[in-house]
């Protein structure tokens, strides 16, 4: 079964077009990673599916129901979703930061925050510290935490760990994992590391000017890359 597709899906923007007619289906439960070099269509793909990005043609289904961009805000709430950088509000404190999608749902519940971060592997003592306060790692563990607080079953990632070191990268790679496993989620990340992509990654969807050049199970794309393009992606890392 698939928890989000995307059918026919284009974006232009002022008339240069950043996506074409991608036509792609995410299995459910699964760990899917955008590859492709910059400028390639990952970033505006995976803002189409939390609605932040209109298509200019085509549609994204979630759950089965297309996006509707008159009433996104409810169907969002069905989207965990984790930024480069960790957006998290500097003024706000670790509790406030993680509980904000349930104050927005009107789904407040105090427990939660102490369960996300006892999964996360963050002291119950961080609940009131602020953002600068914390290293980098843990901000990021911390955007972790507000993605997962409504429980959705889609969790999409932007470049989550592209400002981090190599060995707090590796950490929080295993709590991805972990993340999968725990919550049943049907996962996307986008990242240009193709090393990181195959480390956690189900599946790869290769992108190079906004069309798609592979899709499928990332043993099958290892083995059987559809193209020269693909071919030089995974040689420069697997090499």
């Known amino acids: 079964m698939n928890e989000v597709e995307?059918?026919?899906?284009?974006?232009?923007?002022?008339?240069?077009?950043?996506l074409h007619e991608v036509s792609v289906a995410f299995r459910k439960n699964t760990i899917t990673a955008i590859v492709g070099r910059s400028g390639s269509g990952k970033s505006t793909l995976l803002k189409s599916i939390n609605g932040l990005v209109h298509p200019s043609s085509g549609k994204v289904l979630v759950a089965g129901q297309p996006l509707d961009y008159n009433s996104i805000e409810s169907q969002r709430r069905q989207i965990g979703y984790v930024v480069q950088g960790n957006g998290l509000f500097p003024h706000l404190t670790v509790t406030?930061?993680?509980?904000?999608?349930?104050?927005?749902?009107?789904?407040?519940?105090?427990?939660?925050?102490?369960?996300?971060?006892?999964?996360?592997?963050?002291?119950?003592?961080?609940a009131g510290k602020y953002p600068s306060e914390l290293s980098g790692g843990e901000q990021q563990r911390v955007a972790l935490c507000r993605a997962l607080?409504?429980?959705?079953?889609?969790?999409?990632?932007?470049?989550?760990?592209?400002?981090?070191?190599?060995?707090?990268?590796?950490d929080l790679h295993k709590?991805?994992?972990e993340v999968r496993k725990e919550f049943k989620l049907t996962m996307i990340i986008v990242t240009h590391d193709v090393s990181e992509a195959i480390r956690l990654a189900d599946d790869l969807l290769i992108l190079d000017g906004g069309r798609v050049q592979q899709f499928g199970s990332?043993?099958?794309?290892?083995?059987?890359?559809?193209?020269?393009?693909?071919k030089e992606l995974l040689q420069a890392t697997l090499n």
């Open 175 to 177: 709590k991805i994992l």
């Open 149 to 170: 607080f409504l429980n959705p079953p889609v969790l999409l990632m932007d470049e989550p760990f592209g400002s981090l070191d190599t060995l707090t990268r590796r």
């Open 6 to 18: 995307l059918i026919g899906l284009g974006k232009t923007f002022d008339g240069h077009p950043a």
């Open 96 to 126: 406030q930061n993680i509980s904000i999608p349930g104050e927005i749902a009107g789904k407040t519940d105090p427990s939660r925050v102490g369960e996300l971060l006892a999964f996360a592997d963050l002291p119950a003592s961080y």
């Open 218 to 230: 990332r043993d099958a794309v290892i083995q059987s890359p559809a193209n020269s393009l693909v």
